[in-house]
């Protein structure tokens, strides 16, 4: 874990363990051991510790966490007192990565050297904590106030060059970093250096007060719903103002507070939901993958355009067919349009933009895209439409090319059944804007092959999406539980809330934006048609059909000028129209209900555990492989607020019992569907034993 090596007089400790040297305990356990070596060694006179690989350190080993090895001893801060504590010079030589737990151990050691290009970070507010093992006190005393403050706040990395001047390194080192390291160790014992204990520096700042209280103003303004950015703030405030064991305890203090918040449990849980949606648990990690070097996209619509510019974004040659050469025109010229903007604010160069464009070619023919590696459908939502195409894929496209869909609502095995090759067929669900958001549902068919599914899978990280397993069913696992959540919001409005009412308090709540507002942007005339086959298919469920009289009066939203809302021209606010108070005040009255006042809490429950049951249906049926995938979805593609966790964490913060108890109230609400409250068996199985989704 820790080799331990003798140069001359120097004892080398290199850490090692792939792939960024965690400090998990078997690796802790052996610094510990080689500083303690190094003392009971006449012959040494200085310890180097070294990172072996892709890194110094990236701090604490994440497959610890959770997990009684974390605080095994011994603990990081067992480590870092010994290294303190060493009578011999320990000389951190520093590569590539030294962040969290591993800029804390460089930090506990009497002299640090580093190469150009390093990236120091104290990372952990991204997880909703601040660095709980001396970060805050020792990084200020020797980078200052305002550098610490501007690194743990944000958790952004900071190249090793442009801290070169400050006391966090001793040298740069040009060249090779272990003989740079040792020479430098070799300085520090003949010039008998004395041991500096970065503790034993003052903050030094002309006016911490002043500063701190400004910036306290400024970070909690940004941090909204987070409450680790200022607590970082608090930390630093104890590094200048205490001294170093004072602001040290005050630190674990806060890093404690912090560790027991839902916002850190909540950004905890999204950061490990993002690593476990790529496993999948037949198809082992190393199943091989197919090459993906040329890519084709199938109409040039709204979702095709989108999805062509992922691949040219990401360096892959994308060819765009469409039927007619206007529809292909408009389309590219919709994709130019989007470079240009981009460009125009300064996010794209000249260069990119013309090497992102020539990536992306049109074409009426087939011919033209037969040797693509994949081919992802995005034309007219109808099957025969969808049909007429992979017929024509399965003919031309080469063998072993993957054959994608983006259908929201079909069935992708019955798309599958439409070729020769089912096990080449599978769904990708991009969302729109398909070039900016992140999630894509990646749709296993029931013939799906395990190469082309892993092949899918490692794609979307190469187009930097958050790619997550869906089994085949209407909606898959985002839309599905949408369905439920819009259903569920309609009633509200008929019960006496008002749609502005039911936006607002689910903005409160945190969701991007509210299901109307949502509603209104995405087309009221794209869940009036989804509505009206529902009504045809399964005629006993309930529904309010409050909208559906506003789609009759030709308001589909944003593109017709009004909707739910109305809108001044040009303008995207939606503003609330007496008109529909009218409509919807007279819609309850034909039903009989009496229209009552309707708290956010009371809003905010039935919309939240409309999502949180489906979802347990949809986990149940293995739609989804695991709760944190469903939660995924959610943060990643329906705008639910990242401190709540995604709607499954959060029924299991509210504790399934409750969740339960609230659904059995609803089920008796006089104008409430007793059937649409039932709990599913699973939810209600976990609430029982007391145990959660997640
Ligand atoms: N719009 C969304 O928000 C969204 C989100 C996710 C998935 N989808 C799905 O993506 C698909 C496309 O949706 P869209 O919104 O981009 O539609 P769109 O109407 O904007 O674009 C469809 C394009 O396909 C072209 N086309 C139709 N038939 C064709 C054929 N046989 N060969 C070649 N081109 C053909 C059309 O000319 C048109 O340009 C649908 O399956 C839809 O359900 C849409």
């Known amino acids: 874990m820790a080799p331990y090596a003798l140069h001359g007089n120097v004892a080398v400790i290199t850490l090692d363990n792939p792939p960024v040297n965690g400090l998990g305990h078997a690796l802790r356990t052996s610094i510990v051991d080689g500083v303690n070596a190094a003392q009971d060694d006449a012959s040494v006179a200085a310890i180097v510790l070294i990172g072996a690989g892709k890194a110094f350190s990236g701090g604490a080993d994440i497959r610890e966490f959770n997990t009684p090895k974390m605080f095994a001893e011994p603990t990081l801060h067992t480590v870092l007192k010994t290294i303190e504590a060493s009578g011999k010079p320990v000389v951190a030589g520093i590569h590539a990565v030294a962040m969290g737990g591993g800029l804390e151990l460089a930090l506990s050691c009497h002299f640090r050297v580093a190469v150009?290009?390093?990236?120091?970070?104290?990372?952990?507010?991204?997880?909703?904590?601040?660095?709980?093992?001396?970060?805050?006190?020792?990084?200020?005393?020797?980078?200052?106030?305002?550098?610490?403050?501007?690194m743990i706040v944000t958790g952004n990395p900071v190249p090793s060059e442009k801290l070169a001047g400050t006391a966090l390194f001793d040298e740069m080192i040009q060249g090779d970093l272990l003989p740079g390291a040792l020479a430098f160790a070799q300085k520090v014992v003949t010039e008998k250096r004395p041991l500096k204990l970065v503790r034993s520096l003052p903050v030094k700042h002309p006016n911490p007060e002043g500063f701190l209280g400004f910036a306290?103003?400024?970070?909690?303004?940004?941090?909204?719903?987070?409450?680790?950015?200022?607590?970082?703030?608090?930390?630093?405030?104890?590094?200048?103002?205490?001294?170093?064991?004072?602001?040290?305890?005050?630190?674990?203090?806060?890093?404690?507070?912090?560790?027991?918040?839902?916002?850190?449990?909540?950004?905890?849980?999204?950061?490990?939901?993002?690593?476990?949606?790529s496993k999948i648990p037949d198809v082992p990690e190393d199943t091989p993958v197919r090459d993906i070097k040329r890519a084709a996209v199938i109409g040039a619509g709204t979702m095709g355009g989108g999805i062509a510019m992922n691949f040219a974004n990401a360096g892959i040659p994308v060819t765009v067919l469409e039927m007619k050469p206007e529809a292909l025109d408009k389309g590219l010229g919709t994709i130019r349009k989007n470079y240009e903007n981009t460009m125009k604010k300064g996010r794209l160069t000249p260069?990119?933009?013309?090497?992102?464009?020539?990536?992306?070619?049109?074409?009426?023919?087939?011919?033209?895209?037969?040797?693509?590696?994949?081919?992802?459908?995005?034309?007219?939502?109808?099957?025969?439409?969808?049909?007429?195409?992979?017929?024509?894929?399965?003919?031309?496209?080469?063998?072993?090319?993957?054959?994608?869909?983006?259908?929201?609502?079909?069935?992708?095995?019955?798309?599958?059944?439409?070729?020769?090759?089912?096990?080449?067929?599978?769904?990708?669900?991009?969302?729109?804007?398909?070039?900016?958001?992140?999630?894509?549902?990646?749709?296993?068919?029931?013939?799906?092959?395990?190469?082309?599914?892993?092949?899918?899978?490692?794609?979307?990280?190469?187009?930097?999406?958050?790619?997550?397993?869906?089994?085949?069913?209407?909606?898959?696992?985002?839309?599905?539980?949408?369905?439920?959540?819009?259903?569920?919001?309609?009633?509200?409005?008929?019960?006496?809330?008002?749609?502005?009412?039911?936006?607002?308090?689910?903005?409160?709540?945190?969701?991007?934006?509210?299901?109307?507002?949502?509603?209104?942007?995405a087309g009221l005339d794209v869940g009036w048609y989804i509505r009206k086959r529902r009504?045809?298919?399964?005629?006993?469920?309930?529904?309010?059909?409050?909208?559906?009289?506003?789609?009759?009066?030709?308001?589909?939203?944003?593109?017709?000028?009004?909707?739910?809302?109305?809108?001044?021209?040009?303008?995207?606010d939606a503003i609330p129209d007496p008109q529909i108070t009218e409509l919807v005040t007279a819609y309850s009255k034909e039903l009989g209900v009496e229209r009552r006042k309707i708290s956010d809490t009371e809003i905010v429950e039935r919309c939240v555990y409309a999502l949180v049951n489906e979802g347990a249906k949809i986990l149940?049926?293995?739609?989804?492989?695991?709760?944190?995938d469903i939660d995924l979805v959610y943060l990643t593609g329906y705008g639910f607020p990242l401190h709540r966790g995604g709607p499954m964490l959060y029924a299991d913060m509210q504790g399934l019992v409750n969740v339960v108890a609230a659904m059995r109230r609803f089920g008796k609400n006089p104008h409430g569907d007793p059937k649409f409250w039932e709990p599913a068996p699973l939810l209600a199985k976990l609430a029982a034993e007391g145990k959660t989704f997640n």
């Open 535 to 572: 009504y045809v298919e399964k005629p006993n469920m309930k529904y309010s059909r409050w909208i559906d009289r506003i789609c009759e009066m030709g308001r589909f939203g944003q593109k017709t000028g009004a909707g739910i809302y109305k809108y001044e021209a040009g303008k995207r």
């Open 351 to 521: 260069e990119k933009f013309e090497q992102r464009l020539g990536l992306i070619k049109g074409t009426l023919d087939y011919d033209d895209i037969a040797n693509a590696d994949i081919v992802i459908e995005a034309v007219f939502e109808d099957m025969g439409v969808k049909q007429q195409v992979f017929e024509k894929l399965d003919h031309v496209m080469k063998p072993g090319a993957i054959l994608a869909s983006n259908t929201s609502t079909l069935d992708v095995d019955q798309i599958a059944a439409f070729t020769k090759r089912p096990q080449d067929v599978i769904g990708t669900h991009f969302f729109s804007p398909a070039n900016v958001m992140k999630l894509l549902e990646i749709v296993r068919g029931k013939a799906t092959a395990k190469d082309a599914l892993a092949t899918t899978m490692k794609l979307s990280k190469t187009i930097k999406k958050t790619g997550v397993v869906a089994g085949v069913c209407d909606g898959f696992i985002g839309n599905r539980m949408l369905e439920q959540y819009l259903r569920q919001a309609m009633f509200l409005v008929e019960e006496g809330a008002l749609p502005q009412d039911v936006d607002r308090a689910m903005e409160k709540f945190g969701m991007a934006m509210g299901p109307f507002r949502m509603s209104d942007m």
């Open 620 to 628: 149940e049926e293995g739609i989804a492989l695991r709760a944190s």
């Open 216 to 277: 306290r103003n400024t970070v909690a303004a940004v941090a909204k719903n987070f409450p680790a950015p200022v607590a970082c703030v608090d930390a630093l405030e104890a590094a200048a103002t205490l001294p170093f064991e004072q602001g040290s305890v005050r630190e674990r203090e806060l890093f404690t507070k912090l560790m027991n918040t839902p916002e850190s449990k909540a950004l905890r849980h999204a950061f490990f939901a993002e690593r476990a949606a």
């Open 116 to 150: 150009p290009g390093a990236q120091i970070a104290l990372p952990e507010v991204k997880l909703g904590l601040l660095p709980g093992a001396g970060g805050t006190q020792r990084l200020p005393r020797v980078v200052g106030l305002e550098t610490a403050l501007n």
